[in-house]
């Protein structure tokens, strides 16, 4: 499985910034969205081109565009739409296909509660966007639901990820590539990561 932690020194620093106690929720809306910039610049690195010949100021000219039906970006409700505007600012064009899962907070079960996906998925490339991988119950549903919708290329950006939850992502679904600006530590026992970011959704809503 294709795992990237992206160590580009901006990632760093911006992620160092995020994990400060008491960051306001401006901040940490801005950082969210500049790494995830960051990291979908690093995953789409390998996506394919076509060459054209187009009208230039000069005449005709050879010019290359990205292959293939428009890519999907998955922003997992609500934390993932913190990512959104970092994704878009790289790909303006893309579709945006939104589902809803929430982890129970004793179980920590993902309890799914909102679908709606971008049609021809068997056709695109999708963009998983959600700022933490902890015990990866929540990207393994979303997975489900692309898989079952036709797709079959499937990246991930997260802003932290737990080392137990890569392990269990890459046992349930080994084909997609995960890119994240830290491979964290571990999880405690109330499933958060450390030393993580708290509670990403709470920070970027401004929530509690
Ligand atoms: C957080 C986070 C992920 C999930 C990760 O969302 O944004 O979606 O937990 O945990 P997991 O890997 O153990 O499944 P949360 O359920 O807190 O919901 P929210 O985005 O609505 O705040
Ligand atoms: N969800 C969060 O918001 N933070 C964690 O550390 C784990 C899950």
């Given at each position: 499985?294709?795992?990237?932690?992206?160590?580009?020194?901006?990632?760093?620093?911006?992620?160092?910034?995020?994990?400060?106690?008491?960051?306001?929720?401006?901040?940490?809306?801005?950082?969210?969205?500049?790494?995830?910039?960051?990291?979908?610049?690093?995953?789409?690195?390998?996506?394919?081109?076509?060459?054209?010949?187009?009208?230039?100021?000069?005449?005709?000219?050879?010019?290359?565009?990205?292959?293939?039906?428009?890519?999907?970006?998955?922003?997992?409700?609500?934390?993932?739409?913190?990512?959104?505007?970092?994704?878009?600012?790289?790909?303006?064009?893309?579709?945006?296909?939104?589902?809803?899962?929430?982890?129970?907070?004793?179980?920590?079960?993902?309890?799914?509660?909102?679908?709606?996906?971008?049609?021809?998925?068997?056709?695109?490339?999708?963009?998983?966007?959600?700022?933490?991988?902890?015990?990866?119950?929540?990207?393994?549903?979303?997975?489900?639901?692309?898989?079952?919708?036709?797709?079959?290329?499937?990246?991930?950006?997260?802003?932290?990820?737990?080392?137990?939850?890569?392990?269990?992502i890459e046992a349930a679904h080994p084909d997609i590539e995960i890119y994240t600006a830290s491979i964290d530590e571990r999880l405690n026992e109330q499933g958060y990561i450390l030393p993580g970011l708290g509670d990403a959704g709470d920070k970027i809503f401004g929530t509690k």
């Amino acid at each position: 499985m294709k795992i990237v932690e992206v160590r580009h020194p901006l990632i760093r620093h911006k992620l160092g910034l995020m994990r400060r106690a008491g960051i306001s929720t401006k901040e940490f809306r801005e950082l969210a969205s500049e790494v995830a910039s960051l990291l979908t610049y690093e995953a789409t690195q390998d996506l394919e081109l076509v060459e054209q010949t187009i009208e230039g100021w000069a005449g005709p000219v050879d010019v290359q565009r990205i292959k293939g039906k428009k890519i999907t970006i998955v922003p997992i409700l609500r934390a993932g739409i913190g990512m959104l505007p970092g994704v878009l600012e790289l790909i303006p064009s893309a579709k945006v296909g939104v589902v809803g899962l929430q982890r129970d907070e004793h179980t920590l079960q993902p309890v799914a509660y909102y679908e709606k996906l971008t049609g021809r998925m068997d056709e695109r490339i999708a963009l998983i966007v959600d700022p933490m991988l902890a015990t990866a119950g929540t990207l393994i549903a979303t997975v489900d639901m692309l898989k079952a919708a036709g797709c079959t290329r499937i990246k991930g950006l997260f802003l932290v990820a737990a080392p137990e939850g890569l392990k269990r992502i890459e046992a349930a679904h080994p084909d997609i590539e995960i890119y994240t600006a830290s491979i964290d530590e571990r999880l405690n026992e109330q499933g958060y990561i450390l030393p993580g970011l708290g509670d990403a959704g709470d920070k970027i809503f401004g929530t509690k």
